[in-house]
């Protein structure tokens, strides 16, 4: 793989008392959460629950109305771009731009990352991701399932501890799911962390999984 966790680290993610509103409308309040180095946690609800304001909550994008987000006991907030480097956030969507290629894709989102890749990395990973042969093609002549493929070739070359994911699966074949399966798996085992949500099911093995349903 491309990143390498550093084992010797142990991190710690906790959510303590949060709370989201949408509007007037509270869409969950009272969560708490503490999630460990090697530790996998799927967050579950019906549509409009709140699951991607959670995620976007977790990566510092949108503040809670009332609770905190610690990492390593540090609230994100104080902590600014150690933070931000220490996550990799996939949306439920793309994020991938029509007119560039796969290749000028993923140099564009490492470099908004703050990732400085080679061309043979960028080369690996999409080879890896199963679009060998269409690295130079424009994003907009690939299928939904080839453009989220594009997407997962982010998780190869990001070198960072916590992945947070919304809906990974869309639009995946099998094919991709099980690479996705054994990505997941491998980054668990070094010792990252995975916070996701998922419509469908997909079996992890991880040292520790846990569920967060919301309602």
Not at 157 to 172: G, H, R, S
Request: with cysteine.
């Amino acid at each position: 793989m491309s990143y390498n966790v550093n084992l010797s680290t142990i991190f710690m993610l906790q959510g303590i008392n949060l709370e989201c509103m949408r509007g007037d409308r509270t869409l969950f309040k009272n969560i708490n959460f503490s999630l460990e180095s090697g530790g996998l946690m799927q967050v579950r609800g019906p549509n409009g629950s709140g699951k991607t304001s959670l995620l976007r909550i977790l990566c510092g994008l949108a503040p809670p109305i009332y609770g905190e987000i610690l990492w390593d006991t540090n609230n994100i907030r104080s902590l600014g771009e150690k933070y931000r480097n220490a996550i990799t956030y996939l949306g439920h969507l793309n994020g991938v731009k029509d007119d560039l290629t796969a290749t000028e894709n993923l140099y564009i989102s490492s470099a908004l990352a703050g990732v400085v890749i080679t061309k043979n990395k960028v080369h690996e990973a999409l080879q890896q991701v199963g679009l060998s042969g269409r690295e130079s093609l424009p994003a907009k002549v690939l299928s939904q399932g080839q453009r989220r493929r594009i997407t997962l070739a982010r998780l190869l070359v990001c070198d960072t501890a916590l992945w947070i994911l919304d809906e990974p699966l869309t639009a995946l074949d099998s094919s991709a799911i099980e690479l996705l399966r054994n990505l997941l798996e491998q980054h668990l085992k070094q010792g990252g962390m995975v916070v996701m949500t998922t419509h469908q099911e997909i079996t992890i093995a991880a040292i520790k999984i846990q569920q967060l349903q919301l309602t």
